[in-house]
């Protein structure tokens, strides 16, 4: 059974900070590029940070330079590091296989 169990999400003030975490289970991790979208109120699910199973990194312009993705294969889990959050910043925020999906965690950029 695949499980990816997003955490981490949370209210944040603006300029603040937020690490999420995805933990996947029941699926060879180490061979899998990750993938973090996430989804506002009324719009489309957006890619915004993806990395290679070898570990190479990519961003969408809306989070360059501000977020950071990593991964830790030994212990079968990708990260978001989120700094100088934004209110636009405020969605659900989902990992990803492409395949299989976690069910997201809630992220409010707010003062």
């Known amino acids: 059974q695949v499980q990816l169990v997003e955490s981490g999400g949370g209210l944040v003030q603006p300029g603040g900070s937020l690490r999420l975490s995805c933990a996947a289970s029941?699926?060879?991790?180490?061979?899998?590029?990750m993938d973090w979208y996430r989804q506002a109120p009324g719009k489309q699910r957006e890619l915004i940070a993806g990395?290679?199973?070898?570990?190479?990194?990519n961003y969408a312009d809306s989070v360059k330079g501000r977020f950071t993705i990593s991964r830790d294969n030994a212990k079968s889990a990708v990260y978001l590091q989120m700094n100088s959050l934004k209110p636009e910043d405020t969605a659900i925020y989902y990992c990803?296989?492409?395949?299989?999906w976690g069910q997201g965690t809630q992220v409010t950029v707010s003062s």
């Open positions: 990395i290679t199973a070898e570990g190479s990194p």
């Open positions: 029941g699926i060879p991790f180490m061979i899998y590029p």
């Open positions: 990803s296989t492409s395949i299989y």
